[in-house]
């Protein structure tokens, strides 16, 4: 498991890629990043919205274990940690001399409550599944923790070291959502709602050389055409993530910026209602696979950057099976299907996008116009962001939607019938199960194959692309990660070449 996430280059690279690592990086300055979304909180344990972790990961919050830029498991706040030959008990040996940002101190008693705060019934965790596979938690001393699970995992390593599993202060984690404090590099300064988030530097955090920035500000800027004209007017440093393809490479011939393009796990998908009628047919369901266009799609939503996916996988993590070719584009088949399904005339349905992603508006678009082809017409519906969360992810009150799925490994959700698209199949449980405890390489890639075709044959939802990772920025900005191996916009070890 040591090397889980290997990110590959997938994408055209605009520019010669950074030399920054061969340079000695140089402390100060401060650094404006836009980014499209604003999180509805900024605590990761408590919500599954990624904009959460692209703000707060390894800035502000460190888990014991981190994601490094090229996708490996690295030290976090334990130095190391060893796995029982059952490969059921993780003994993780804790940093020493760490504190969080309010003076608490970090030790194996911290930690000890933070787990046992995800595995609690009443668990405010958006991913109780991550953690309820503990079953005893001991602390041998105040920097040993030790886990024993009740079975093999094969991916407890991974859900350690996402957002998920930060650790929070025993106190002051009660307004965690509103005034954050962990153990990162920069300290929670200012939220000004509808605007920015502030951090600045920690100066008593663990590791003395980070980080190099004294300040870093997150601004929030919905439209990508104002992106880019906030960083051509110097009103911002960075866009970290352009939902907009087709504006990079104007961007890129500027010789103030460059333009990278990497890698990331975000799969966009057409989520789909499984209990919603008629999608709760698994005919109808499939008839609209063979209705879109993968292509098509990829090249008029994303300039053609992004990888089509034909199962909940990102191509560039490990057991990625292949099944982009389950459903290829076959508007008779799909008309067949949907005759056979009851429906010879086609439906009406409508679709839930949320206004936040700019992708989501256009892909729904695109897709509302094929489906059309084959008699499906859909109604878009365009709701603010809080809106999506309520209604779509916590009430499940929806039929289509269109939305990307950033965390990695994240294909356990399928084996989650009340996870919003409330997909029931105990044949996908069982695979999964056989999954997590696999006991070699093999059988990992074995049965995490067969999750990915069980989904993908079941049609669960609309499998659409990957998303690129493409950043835009100020050439003297250094060492800003070009793939996007796990949810994060990891300020820590970036600076300015002055």
Same mark, same amino acid.
């Given at each position: 498991m040591k090397k889980l996430l290997i990110i590959l280059l997938a994408f055209a690279v605009f520019l010669p890629s950074q030399l920054a690592l061969a340079e000695t990086p140089q402390k100060g300055g401060n650094l404006i990043v836009g980014v499209g979304d604003e999180p509805p909180g900024l605590d990761p344990t408590a919500s599954a919205s990624a904009a959460i972790d692209r703000v707060v990961y390894s800035n502000i919050m460190e888990g014991l274990i981190k994601v490094d830029r090229s996708g490996q498991f690295v030290p976090g706040l334990a130095t190391k940690w060893d796995v029982s030959p059952d490969g059921k008990v993780y003994t993780f040996h804790l940093r020493q001399g760490v504190s969080f940002h309010n003076g608490e101190a970090f030790n194996a008693a911290v930690a000890k409550w933070n787990l046992e705060r995800a595995v609690a019934q009443d668990t405010k965790n958006a991913h109780p599944e991550f953690f309820r596979v503990i079953e005893k938690i001991e602390t041998p001393d105040d920097y040993t923790l030790k886990l024993?699970?009740?079975?093999?995992?094969?991916?407890?390593? /991974?859900? %350690?070291?996402?957002? #998920?599993?930060?650790?929070? $202060?025993?106190?002051? @984690?009660?307004?965690m959502a509103a005034e954050?404090?962990?153990?990162?590099?920069?300290?929670?300064?200012?939220?000004?709602?509808?605007?920015? /988030?502030? %951090?600045?530097?920690? #100066?008593?955090?663990?590791? $003395?050389?980070?980080? @190099?920035?004294d300040k870093v500000t997150y601004r929030f800027i919905k439209d990508p055409s104002a992106q880019v004209a906030a960083l051509k007017a110097g009103d911002i440093d960075i866009i970290g993530w352009l939902l907009a393809p087709e504006l990079a490479p104007a961007i890129a011939k500027d010789k103030r910026f460059k333009v990278l393009a990497g890698a990331s796990t975000s799969e966009v998908i057409m989520s789909t209602n499984n209990k919603a009628k008629p999608f709760d047919n698994k005919l109808v369901r499939q008839a609209i696979a063979y209705a879109i266009d993968r292509d098509a799609v990829s090249e008029l939503v994303i300039s053609g950057y992004g990888t089509k996916i034909g199962s909940h996988w990102p191509p560039v993590t490990p057991y990625y099976k292949d099944m982009t070719g389950r459903f290829s584009y076959n508007p008779e088949k799909a008309k067949k299907l949907l005759a056979e399904a009851g429906?010879?005339?086609?439906?009406?349905?409508?679709?839930?996008?949320?206004?936040?992603?700019?992708?989501?508006?256009?892909?729904?678009?695109?897709?509302?116009?094929?489906?059309?082809?084959?008699?499906?017409?859909?109604?878009?519906?365009?709701?603010e962001w809080g809106v999506w969360l309520d209604r779509v992810f916590k009430q499940k009150d929806f039929q289509l939607s269109m939305i990307g799925h950033a965390e990695a490994w994240d294909i356990g959700i399928y084996a989650n019938p009340n996870y919003y698209f409330q997909y029931d199949s105990q044949e996908f449980r069982d695979a999964y199960a056989k999954a997590l405890k696999a006991p070699n390489e093999a059988e990992k890639a074995k049965w995490f194959g067969r999750c990915q075709e069980i989904v993908a044959e079941d049609a669960v939802n609309g499998f659409l692309f990957l998303s690129p990772a493409l950043s835009a920025m100020k050439v003297e900005l250094m060492d800003w990660w070009e793939n996007y191996p796990t949810i994060a916009m990891d300020c820590s070890k970036v600076w300015w070449k002055k």
């Open positions: 024993t699970l009740k079975d093999v995992d094969a991916l407890f390593i /991974v859900h %350690m070291a996402e957002g #998920d599993a930060v650790m929070l $202060p025993m106190k002051g @984690y009660e307004n954050p404090i962990g153990t990162g590099p920069f300290k929670f300064a200012k939220w000004t709602r509808g605007d920015s /988030v502030e %951090m600045v530097r920690y #100066d008593k955090h663990w590791n $003395p050389k980070l980080p @190099y920035l429906y010879p005339k086609g439906f009406e349905a409508s679709i839930k996008l949320p206004v936040i992603y700019p992708y989501a508006g256009r892909a729904g678009e695109v897709i509302a116009d094929m489906l059309g082809q084959v008699g499906i017409k859909l109604n878009i519906e365009i709701v």
